[in-house]
Every structure is written in C-alpha cells, then in structure tokens.
C-alpha cells in the first residue's frame, strides 16, 4: 500500500510542529539546570553505568534529566516527519528538504553536545554550546515554516538595503544579547549542579554588559520598527518587529526583577523562554526584508500572489 504523497500544507504544519519542540527542548532543559539535575544521569549516553533510565536511587534529579532527555525523542520524531514529508512531496522543493535536513541533523548534535555536558561535569563552556544550538535550531525552524508558505524560487528585497542592514544588525544584537545571557548563567547560581564549576567571570559586570547591549538592541529594534514605517515594509515585517519589542520590553522587566529578588527559579525559567520567543520574532523580522519573487502558487488555486516590487 502506497502511503499519500504529503500536501505542502500538511509540511508545514510539520514545520511549525518542529519550531514548537525546539522551543520545549529549551524550556526543559532550563527546567534541568533550575532545579540542580543537570548531573541527575551522572553519564552518556547511559544514564548510570549499567542502565540508560533513570531509576529510584537517584531521585527527583535523575527522574527529571532522564525526562529531558527522552525529549530528544520527540524532537527527533517530529523533525525526522518533517524531513520525511519534504523528501517525498511533490513537486520537489530542494530549499524544504535542506532546511529539514538541518533540523534533522542538528538532534544527534545536540545530543553529543549534551552528552560532552555532563561528561565534563557542567563545564560553563559546554553549557553555553549546548543551549546556543537550541536558539540556532529554532531559527532554522522558523525560516522553515515561512519557505513552506512560498512558493519555490528565489527572493529579493522589499526594503532598501539601509533598512535591511539594520535589521540584520539588530537581529545580530540579539543574538549577542542571548549568548552573554549563557555568561551569565554559567558566573552565577544556576548551573545545573552545586558541585559545577563555574565560568569564572564577575557575575556584576557580566550581568551589567548583558543589560547594556540588551538596551543597544531595544534601541536598534526601536529604529527599525521606524524606518520599517518609513518605507512601507511588508506587513508581516512591522508585525514582527512589534513583537520583537514586546518580548524585549518583557525580558527587561524579567530581567530586572530576577536581578533584585535573588535570581528565583520561576523568573529565570520565564526569562529563558523569553529568549527562545526572541529568536523567532527576530527571526521573522529578518524575513520580512525578503520576499519571493516567483509568481508560482503556494495555495488552492485563485490564492496566487503578484510578485513584490524589487527595491534597491
């Protein structure tokens, strides 16, 4: 029995599926470190010498590290249906089967990466590799689902290239501000395990340049949102960005308030997913600068869009 040749609808519900699970990855992960289980499996690939699950002996610690890594099955299953659908839908779409090839393999990467992790005791360092493929990942998800609903071909710009370089730079900013934010973490309290060593870095001035360039880029994403209005971005363009600034605006106040109350597990928890959020609106942002220029349809028939005018 031959299985339906998959629809590009039904890929990009994948697609979106795939944005979903990386960001829950995230979440689950700080869960991991929040709550001092980061050593919880003190090996890998097994979770203890003779057995790869978590057993009574090694209490709420082991049962949640073990937890998250059966995560890594999900994410493997919902992008590996994504990869799947790509490969086999019809008319091929070379840019969809790249982009879910990249998710698929960044699962076993990020496995290695979290096996090095514990392997070396929750080495700062490593840390800060493992979380920074996680936000990677979710923007190649996003860029995923917004090639799904395009038709095939190339794209060009519908802003001018100033507008567009501040853009790229303000996503920059933020990409920035979401790896000395992992400085961060590994100088202070949370570092998956009290015996963890820590970064070495002073926690006050790491945290006093991750609020400064945290300002730069409410500032760039600020100018952008204006000179967005100012040439007439597409709308999607506008409505990320605004997003963009909600979140920022949401992670300042987070931010703070973790800072003078003591670093509590829940804010800290809000402020991780905060960043993940962050990656995909300024993801979006960056896309919105782009569109395809192909007349093909993506949608029933009737639903075609003209091309966009180019721009310089």
Known sequence: MQLPRPTLTGVRHLAVASVVVNIAII???GAVRLTGSGLG???????????FVSHPALGI???????????????????????????RLRP??????????????????????GGITVLTGLNPWWVSVHFLLSPALVAIAVI????????????????????????YATFAAAAVVIYIGTLVTGSGPHAGDERAPRNGLDPESISQLHTDVAF???????????????????????SATRWLLGVEVAQSVIGFAQYFTGLPTVLVGLHL??????????????????????????????????????VP
């Open 27 to 29: 979440v689950t992960g």
């Open 41 to 51: 499996c003190p090996t890998w690939p097994r979770c203890t010498e003779d057995s």
């Open 61 to 87: 610690h082991g049962a949640i590290e073990f937890g998250n890594r059966l995560i890594t099955f999900v994410v493997a299953a919902v992008v590996g249906l994504a990869w799947l659908a790509a490969l």
């Open 92 to 113: 091929r779409r070379r840019d969809l089967v790249a982009l879910a090839s990249i998710l698929l393999a960044g699962v076993p990467l990020q496995a290695v990466a």
């Open 144 to 167: 995923f689902v917004r090639r799904c609903g395009e038709p095939a071909g190339r794209t060009q710009p519908t802003v001018p290239r100033p507008v567009r370089q501040l853009a």
């Open 216 to 238: 730069l880029l409410l500032g760039l994403t600020i100018g952008t949102l204006l000179a967005f209005r100012a040439v007439g971005a597409p709308d999607r363009a506008l």
């Open 273 to 310: 997913l905060g960043s993940a959020l962050m990656v995909v609106t300024a993801t979006t942002m960056v896309l919105g600068t782009r569109e395809a220029a192909s007349t093909e349809p993506v949608g029933p028939p009737g639903t075609e869009r003209p091309a966009p005018t180019p």
